[in-house]
Nanobody
Framework: QVQLVESGGGTVQAGGSLRLSCAAS????????MGWFRQAPGKEREFVALIRGTGSATYYEDSVKGRFTISRDNAKNMVYLQLNSLKPEDKGIYYC????????????????WGQGTQVTVSS
Protein backbone atom coordinates (compact mmCIF):
# COMPACT_ATOMS: atom_id res chain seq x y z
CA GLN A 1 0.00 0.00 0.00
CA VAL A 2 1.15 3.51 -0.79
CA GLN A 3 1.29 6.20 1.89
CA LEU A 4 0.70 9.78 0.80
CA VAL A 5 1.50 13.00 2.67
CA GLU A 6 0.51 16.41 1.30
CA SER A 7 2.03 19.77 2.13
CA GLY A 8 2.11 23.32 0.81
CA GLY A 9 -1.38 24.56 1.53
CA GLY A 10 -2.01 28.00 2.95
CA THR A 11 -3.87 31.27 2.57
CA VAL A 12 -3.37 33.51 -0.44
CA GLN A 13 -5.16 36.42 -2.02
CA ALA A 14 -7.13 35.97 -5.21
CA GLY A 15 -4.75 35.93 -8.16
CA GLY A 16 -1.98 34.44 -6.09
CA SER A 17 -0.17 31.12 -6.37
CA LEU A 18 0.60 28.07 -4.27
CA ARG A 19 2.52 24.87 -4.89
CA LEU A 20 1.21 21.72 -3.30
CA SER A 21 3.44 18.71 -2.80
CA CYS A 22 2.66 15.07 -2.14
CA ALA A 23 5.26 12.62 -0.91
CA ALA A 24 4.63 8.96 -1.64
CA SER A 25 6.16 5.91 -0.05
CA UNK A 26 5.58 2.18 0.06
CA UNK A 27 5.80 0.89 -3.50
CA UNK A 28 7.26 1.53 -6.94
CA UNK A 29 6.08 5.08 -7.51
CA UNK A 30 6.18 5.05 -11.30
CA UNK A 31 3.63 2.21 -11.36
CA UNK A 32 0.93 4.56 -10.14
CA UNK A 33 -1.10 7.32 -11.67
CA MET A 34 -1.30 10.23 -9.25
CA GLY A 35 -4.06 12.72 -8.83
CA TRP A 36 -5.31 15.71 -6.92
CA PHE A 37 -8.85 16.20 -5.68
CA ARG A 38 -10.42 18.96 -3.63
CA GLN A 39 -13.35 19.35 -1.31
CA ALA A 40 -14.97 22.68 -0.57
CA PRO A 41 -17.06 23.19 2.59
CA GLY A 42 -20.47 21.58 2.17
CA LYS A 43 -19.59 20.03 -1.17
CA GLU A 44 -18.48 16.64 -2.39
CA ARG A 45 -14.87 15.91 -3.18
CA GLU A 46 -14.12 16.59 -6.85
CA PHE A 47 -11.43 15.70 -9.35
CA VAL A 48 -8.83 18.39 -10.11
CA ALA A 49 -5.97 16.81 -12.06
CA LEU A 50 -4.07 13.59 -12.63
CA ILE A 51 -0.85 12.42 -14.23
CA ARG A 52 0.11 9.02 -15.58
CA GLY A 53 2.87 7.00 -13.94
CA THR A 54 5.43 7.90 -16.55
CA GLY A 55 4.30 11.51 -16.64
CA SER A 56 3.41 11.07 -20.31
CA ALA A 57 -0.09 12.48 -20.01
CA THR A 58 -2.03 14.82 -17.76
CA TYR A 59 -5.73 15.51 -17.35
CA TYR A 60 -7.49 18.47 -15.76
CA GLU A 61 -10.92 19.48 -14.62
CA ASP A 62 -12.20 22.18 -16.94
CA SER A 63 -12.27 25.01 -14.40
CA VAL A 64 -8.55 24.67 -13.61
CA LYS A 65 -7.19 24.21 -17.13
CA GLY A 66 -4.59 26.84 -17.90
CA ARG A 67 -4.23 27.78 -14.22
CA PHE A 68 -3.11 24.58 -12.49
CA THR A 69 -0.25 22.29 -13.49
CA ILE A 70 0.34 18.77 -12.21
CA SER A 71 3.81 17.26 -12.39
CA ARG A 72 5.80 14.44 -10.82
CA ASP A 73 9.37 13.53 -10.01
CA ASN A 74 9.62 9.75 -9.99
CA ALA A 75 13.18 9.85 -8.69
CA LYS A 76 11.94 11.62 -5.55
CA ASN A 77 8.53 9.89 -5.27
CA MET A 78 6.85 13.29 -5.41
CA VAL A 79 3.87 14.77 -7.18
CA TYR A 80 3.15 18.47 -7.33
CA LEU A 81 0.24 20.75 -8.12
CA GLN A 82 1.09 24.32 -9.09
CA LEU A 83 -1.90 26.57 -8.50
CA ASN A 84 -1.81 29.92 -10.31
CA SER A 85 -4.37 32.69 -10.71
CA LEU A 86 -6.25 31.38 -7.70
CA LYS A 87 -9.90 32.25 -7.28
CA PRO A 88 -12.05 32.20 -4.13
CA GLU A 89 -13.89 29.19 -5.54
CA ASP A 90 -10.62 27.22 -5.51
CA LYS A 91 -10.80 27.14 -1.72
CA GLY A 92 -10.93 23.72 -0.10
CA ILE A 93 -9.00 20.78 1.21
CA TYR A 94 -6.75 19.35 -1.48
CA TYR A 95 -6.10 15.63 -1.42
CA CYS A 96 -3.46 13.59 -3.15
CA UNK A 97 -4.47 10.16 -4.42
CA UNK A 98 -3.02 7.22 -6.27
CA UNK A 99 -4.10 4.17 -8.21
CA UNK A 100 -2.60 1.88 -10.81
CA UNK A 101 -5.49 2.60 -13.15
CA UNK A 102 -6.28 6.03 -14.53
CA UNK A 103 -10.07 5.45 -14.85
CA UNK A 104 -10.30 4.29 -11.23
CA UNK A 105 -8.31 7.28 -10.04
CA UNK A 106 -10.34 9.71 -12.14
CA UNK A 107 -13.60 8.27 -10.81
CA UNK A 108 -12.66 9.24 -7.27
CA UNK A 109 -12.19 5.71 -5.95
CA UNK A 110 -8.41 5.44 -5.72
CA UNK A 111 -6.49 2.87 -3.72
CA UNK A 112 -4.99 5.50 -1.39
CA TRP A 113 -5.68 9.03 -0.19
CA GLY A 114 -3.52 11.50 1.64
CA GLN A 115 -4.75 13.39 4.69
CA GLY A 116 -5.29 16.64 2.77
CA THR A 117 -3.92 20.17 2.88
CA GLN A 118 -6.05 23.30 3.24
CA VAL A 119 -6.08 26.00 0.57
CA THR A 120 -7.82 29.28 1.37
CA VAL A 121 -8.21 32.08 -1.17
CA SER A 122 -9.27 35.50 0.06
CA SER A 123 -11.03 37.94 -2.23
Amino acid sequence: QVQLVESGGGTVQAGGSLRLSCAASGDTFSNYAMGWFRQAPGKEREFVALIRGTGSATYYEDSVKGRFTISRDNAKNMVYLQLNSLKPEDKGIYYCAEDRWVPTLHSGSPASWGQGTQVTVSS
